[in-house]
């Protein structure tokens, strides 16, 4: 199945089927970490034929996804002379295809590349729609740009190594599209169970469809893109509290996402049946559903750092019931200090 993503200025097509056979008349370098190289690295040379092909391994985390690798993987571009006309093909999850997408924008100014996504959120999500970046001391993704692949391939094979919290670390993702767009599909994900192949597979092109018409929409981010942020917010302030090494980003996500559904119910957005459904199906997959947030105040500030916050307004994108949306930046303090006062107690599931 090919699902098209047209740009003002690009387009390109993210492939959902078995990874076909790729013939390149130029240099390709391949970005990976040793566990994903261990396991696919392999096949995925099967199916390529290249003028030159190139490997270079950068550590497995979120923890690494700073400027030191970056610059690592941009000297082993300079080790291997590509030039303008070379190819970098991204094979892991989202930390592999951010930095790779990153290296391929600055390198000579730009290079092509190409994201073969091999975890469920990279393949639902971080794969799509161009954002690339790092990770510094004060946030998340704070140094990157915005970077269109010129293909993706999605190959449910890639899933089979994944472990178990990885996977469902990627459905926190799938939740999220269904809260914010589709409301048909959020009912499908309450009664289907998506450790079944056909139920996987439908997940991941229902999800690809709904982000595909978003970046589409607003490739860079200036107003409906920023949708696909719910539950970001707060998950962001979370991994950076936690030195992106307490959860993986699917459980931050979820946990955000638990977060914002309060803010949004506190302001009469959402119901009390609706706000009960999303928890539900975020404990179907044993998703976290809650952060002991330690300090109030610095929990607060550490929103501004924020890509979404401009003129000093935190940026909120919260549900207007389960298949739509508001964004707004002008939520009161008290109110948004009201929500994390309930996460600073012993957490009590059924509050």
Same mark, same amino acid.
């Given at each position: 199945?090919?699902?098209?993503?047209?740009?003002?200025?690009?387009?390109?097509?993210?492939?959902?089927?078995?990874?076909?056979?790729?013939?390149?008349?130029?240099?390709?370098?391949?970005?990976?970490?040793?566990?994903?190289?261990?396991?696919?690295?392999?096949?995925?040379?099967?199916?390529?034929?290249?003028?030159?092909?190139?490997?270079?391994?950068?550590?497995?985390?979120?923890?690494?996804?700073?400027?030191?690798?970056?610059?690592?993987?941009?000297?082993?571009?300079?080790?291997?002379?590509?030039?303008?006309?070379?190819?970098?093909?991204?094979?892991?999850?989202?930390?592999?295809?951010?930095?790779?997408?990153?290296?391929?924008?600055?390198?000579?100014?730009?290079?092509?590349?190409?994201?073969?996504?091999?975890?469920?959120?990279?393949?639902?999500?971080? /794969?799509? *729609?161009?954002?690339?970046?790092?990770?510094?001391?004060?946030?998340? =993704? $704070? @140094?990157?740009?915005?970077?269109? %692949?010129?293909?993706?391939?999605?190959?449910?094979?890639?899933?089979?190594?994944?472990?178990?919290?990885?996977?469902?670390?990627?459905?926190?993702?799938?939740?999220?599209?269904?809260?914010?767009?589709?409301?048909?599909?959020?009912?499908?994900?309450?009664?289907?169970?998506?450790?079944?192949?056909?139920?996987?597979?439908?997940?991941?092109?229902?999800?690809?469809?709904?982000?595909?018409?978003?970046?589409?929409?607003?490739?860079?981010?200036?107003?409906?893109?920023?949708?696909?942020?719910?539950?970001?917010?707060?998950?962001?302030?979370?991994?950076?509290?936690?030195?992106?090494?307490?959860?993986?980003?699917?459980?931050?996500?979820?946990?955000?996402?638990?977060?914002?559904?309060?803010?949004?119910? /506190?302001? *009469?957005?959402?119901?009390?049946?609706?706000?009960?459904?999303?928890? =539900? $199906? @975020?404990?179907?997959?044993?998703? %976290?559903?809650?952060?002991?947030?330690?300090?109030?105040?610095?929990?607060?500030?550490?929103?501004?750092?924020?890509?979404?916050?401009?003129?000093?307004?935190?940026?909120?994108?919260?549900?207007?019931?389960?298949?739509?949306?508001?964004?707004?930046?002008?939520?009161?303090?008290?109110?948004?200090?009201?929500?994390?006062?309930?996460?600073?107690?012993?957490?009590?599931?059924?509050?």
């Amino acid at each position: 199945m090919l699902i098209d993503i047209n740009l003002p200025h690009s387009k390109y097509e993210i492939t959902i089927d078995t990874l076909p056979n790729l013939t390149f008349d130029r240099k390709v370098l391949i970005v990976t970490n040793p566990k994903v190289g261990g396991f696919h690295l392999k096949y995925l040379l099967q199916k390529i034929n290249a003028k030159e092909i190139y490997i270079v391994t950068l550590p497995d985390g979120e923890n690494y996804k700073n400027m030191q690798n970056l610059e690592f993987l941009l000297d082993r571009c300079f080790d291997h002379r590509l030039d303008r006309k070379s190819l970098l093909i991204a094979l892991g999850g989202g930390v592999i295809g951010d930095m790779t997408g990153f290296a391929s924008s600055i390198y000579q100014r730009g290079v092509d590349f190409i994201q073969i996504p091999t975890t469920l959120l990279s393949q639902v999500d971080a /794969s799509v *729609g161009g954002k690339t970046g790092v990770n510094n001391k004060f946030g998340k =993704n $704070l @140094i990157g740009a915005f970077h269109q %692949p010129k293909a993706v391939y999605i190959d449910t094979y890639f899933l089979r190594t994944l472990p178990l919290r990885e996977f469902v670390s990627g459905i926190a993702e799938v939740i999220k599209m269904a809260v914010v767009f589709d409301s048909e599909f959020f009912k499908w994900l309450e009664i289907n169970d998506l450790s079944e192949d056909k139920n996987l597979e439908y997940a991941i092109k229902r999800s690809i469809e709904l982000k595909a018409n978003v970046v589409s929409q607003d490739e860079k981010e200036a107003g409906v893109r920023a949708s696909l942020n719910y539950g970001h917010t707060f998950c962001h302030v979370i991994e950076n509290f936690t030195n992106y090494s307490t959860y993986l980003h699917g459980e931050a996500v979820a946990i955000g996402i638990i977060m914002a559904n309060e803010l949004a119910h /506190s302001l *009469g957005f959402l119901s009390d049946d609706e706000k009960q459904k999303i928890f =539900n $199906l @975020i404990k179907k997959y044993n998703l %976290p559903t809650y952060y002991k947030v330690e300090n109030i105040d610095k929990f607060y500030e550490t929103f501004f750092l924020d890509k979404k916050s401009s003129n000093s307004k935190i940026k909120f994108i919260l549900p207007n019931s389960i298949g739509s949306y508001i964004i707004s930046d002008d939520v009161n303090v008290d109110d948004i200090k009201k929500v994390l006062e309930k996460f600073t107690d012993i957490y009590i599931e059924n509050d």
